[in-house]
């Protein structure tokens, strides 16, 4: 499983560099925070109970520090009295506390609320986190609070933790879910062929080999590339439906058995396989992404699609062939089949057909509809697609991570409980390289910086080291080095910590709240600037250099990497398709005609999301390479089918018809399988994995419509154009008897 910053932000990228190496290395922790609520937290009692938790979490593998003010009370204490000890009265609590503000500021935010920072290393394992919490809440009940005191264990890595687990144990049951409702649909619609659940576990296999190519590859796991396997289980289930169909076929007819398994890889393996390699073009797109956990989801895809293929060809055709052998053994208790059509049936449209399901029926009626009033369909087609696009192009970007996970998660309210009474969490980090720490000509600039940029209406304060050496000088920064370094000694190790590095990295924190949330990635990018510009206007002493970094900042470019290329990554996925089609046909007419109906449905997805008020996540912002991936693939095979009936002298319009008739409830099948999978995730209370799945859901839905009501016409005019312009004439009713006549 990858995580950390690395799935985010290359590691070749200067914002790596300055985040995770810079600041994550040398100042960044995590921390798990106690809050402590209850009428008066300045009481003697309280914090000798904060002191006997802290030196039980305190000594705990993976603990960096524990910071609390029952920590700086006994620094305090033992800077002026040589005894690190917690005073006996409440008298003397309060008088400490009143007596430091700048020091006890974040720690005894008011008289009603303490917090106790538990200090982690950003690259601690979630393993580890996790038995830290585990620590800390046994820690909290060993510890003897008064009983009048409410204790919440919350703060980022709790609320991480907790909501990965959900969405676990979530994403677990919808997955079952998701395979019982593929299970119905496969039963129901695809009921013409014997051993109709058979797909599912041939798709199943194919993740297996996935996962084990992954291993082998090192390819990690993250939470975007975690979506892949429903797509996986879409794709392979209709690999496995088309192979499964073809030797179906193949075997009701009569001669040889034997070929049927030659006839069936002859035709169907090479569709597939163009079929997998334009779905394979259309994933190409998100290796575009700088992000480094969309360009794993890109390999995972890839290597997905190809191991469900190799196992729907080698396993899926052989265990078909297999049960029709041992069904003609052991023959079941309903007799004999049916008497299979004879050859001239097969070849022979004239002739009498076999009895038409449901599913056929109304795909003929489909057909009948598109083409008659072929002229209509393509032009409001053509009219909502143009609309779509426009209207994508207003769709909202959701950036708030908080949005994606229920709200009523216990942990995230515990957490917007511990907002709501430090006003925010959210910094940017300047990290400011100097010659000397104790220069006072930087910290002057330090002072006059931030007292500057706290006027701005979203920077809430600002700290650095600057105020700790003002507290303890009478509120004033002294003139030489050698006073400042007197008061560097007096200050707290972990307060100290904090903010500077050696004796050549000082660290500049502005707290501005809620600003993410509130002003967005829009806001954060402006306020960013502005900063920016004010550290050239406001220009810091020779030798000092300011980077900005921080939470935010990545956040900014990853979202924006996430979602403002998902237009990029949809149109070169359509290019990417378009030139491999041209490569495989070198015709302009069948790569036309297999990428034009997913370019229209590119169009349908923006005014439909627009329409339903869905925002784009980083989840749902590759839908526009899935959709191409996937519905690419439906043109394809249709289109293979299409041309082979062709070449046995069908005209275009028998040829339409015959392909929709052969493997149009193959297609169907496999569309329905996927949407009904993905149904499943429309009921997760997780907005970003329901929303996720009412897009595909819709998204395939939309790939359906224009596999069976655009494409057909579309292939017809087009196709019966180039005829004309050739100067032939379509056969006639007899031509179906002509075997082998190419007429392209």
């Not at 259309?282 to 997905?304: A, E, Q, R």
Request: hydrophobic share 45%; net charge negative; proline share 5%.
């Amino acid at each position: 499983m990858g995580s950390g910053t690395e799935t985010f932000v290359s590691k070749d990228s200067k914002l790596y560099q300055s985040y995770d190496h810079l600041y994550s290395n040398i100042f960044g922790t995590e921390s798990i925070v106690v809050m402590v609520e209850g009428d008066e937290v300045k009481s003697a009692d309280l914090m000798k109970a904060v002191d006997r938790f802290e030196q039980q979490i305190g000594s705990t593998e993976g603990v960096v520090g524990v910071t609390s003010p029952a920590t700086v009370i006994k620094e305090i204490n033992y800077e002026y009295t040589g005894r690190s000890r917690i005073p006996e009265t409440d008298a003397e609590i309060k008088a400490l506390i009143d007596g430091y503000p700048q020091i006890f500021s974040k720690l005894v935010p008011d008289d009603t609320h303490m917090l106790i920072s538990i200090s982690m290393s950003m690259s601690t394992s979630d393993e580890k986190k996790k038995e830290i919490i585990t620590v800390a809440q046994e820690a909290v009940r060993f510890s003897d609070f008064p009983p009048s005191y409410n204790i919440i264990v919350t703060g980022d890595p709790a609320y991480n933790i907790e909501m990965n687990e959900a969405m676990t144990s979530s994403m677990g049951s919808l997955l079952l879910l998701a395979a019982f409702f593929m299970l119905i649909v496969l039963s129901l619609v695809f009921r013409h062929v014997r051993w109709k659940l058979l797909p599912l576990p041939i798709v199943l296999l194919g993740i297996v080999y996935t996962f084990g190519a992954m291993g082998f590859l090192q390819i990690p796991l993250s939470m975007v590339s975690m979506s892949a396997f429903p797509v996986l289980i879409g794709l392979g289930i209709d690999y496995a439906i088309q192979f499964h169909n073809r030797i179906e076929e193949e075997l009701h007819k009569e001669g040889n058995k034997s070929k049927a398994i030659i006839s069936t890889i002859k035709h169907t393996g090479p569709a597939v396989l163009i079929a997998l390699t334009m779905t394979a073009l259309g994933f190409f797109s998100l290796f575009t992404s700088t992000v480094p956990m969309i360009k794993d989801f890109g390999k995972l895809l890839t290597i997905g699609i190809i191991m469900c293929y190799l196992a729907a060809m080698f396993v899926g055709v052989i265990t078909v062939y297999i049960f029709d052998s041992i069904s003609k053994k052991y023959p079941s208790k309903k007799g004999k089949q049916e008497s299979k059509p004879t050859k001239k049936d097969v070849e022979d449209v004239s002739s009498t057909k076999p009895k038409q399901g449901v599913i056929e029926h109304l795909l003929e009626k489909i057909n009948n509809f598109s083409i008659k009033n072929n002229m209509l369909v393509l032009g409001i087609a053509t009219l909502l697609c143009v609309g779509g696009i426009i209207a994508d192009e207003s769709v909202g970007v959701e950036t708030d991570t908080k949005a994606f996970v229920p709200p009523d998660l216990p942990a995230l309210i515990d957490l917007y409980h511990l907002k709501d009474i430090t006003g925010g969490t959210d910094t940017l980090n300047l990290i400011i390289n100097v010659e000397n720490t104790a220069d006072p000509e930087v910290l002057k600039w330090i002072d006059r910086f931030s007292e500057h940029e706290t006027q701005r209406r979203y920077i809430l304060g600002a700290s650095s080291i600057v105020p700790l050496v003002k507290e303890f000088n009478g509120g004033t920064i002294p003139d030489t080095k050698d006073e400042i370094e007197a008061i560097y000694d007096k200050i707290p190790e972990s307060q100290k910590d904090q903010y500077m590095y050696g004796k050549s990295m000082l660290l500049l924190n502005f707290n501005i709240g809620n600003a993410v949330d509130d002003i967005k990635t829009e806001g954060i990018k402006e306020l960013t600037s502005i900063i920016q510009k004010d550290i050239q206007w406001m220009q810091a002493p020779p030798g000092v250099t300011v980077t900005i970094t921080g939470n935010p900042v990545v956040f900014i470019e990853v979202l924006g990497a996430l979602t403002d290329g998902r237009v990029l990554m949809t149109y070169l996925g359509l290019f990417l398709v378009l030139l491999g089609l041209l490569v495989v046909y070198k015709d302009w007419i069948k790569a036309l005609a297999a990428i034009i109906p997913m370019f229209i449905v590119t169009g349908w997805s923006g005014l439909v999301m627009k329409f339903l008020g869905i925002d784009y996540t980083p989840m749902t912002a590759t839908m526009g390479a899935l959709v191409i991936g996937i519905g690419c693939e439906y043109s394809v095979l249709m289109m293979e089918r299409y041309f082979e009936e062709k070449n046995y002298g069908a005209n275009p319009l028998q040829a339409i018809y015959r392909t929709s008739d052969s493997i149009g409830a193959a297609i169907l099948a496999s569309g329905s399988t996927v949407v009904g999978g993905f149904a499943a995730l429309m009921i997760s209370p997780f907005p970003v994995v329901s929303d996720f799945g009412t897009v595909t859901v819709i998204d395939i839905l939309l790939v359906l419509v224009a596999t069976f009501l655009v494409f057909p016409p579309l292939i017809v005019l087009m196709d019966t154009w180039r005829e004309k312009r050739r100067g032939m004439k379509a056969p006639q009713t007899k031509a179906n008897n002509v075997k082998g006549a190419d007429i392209q």
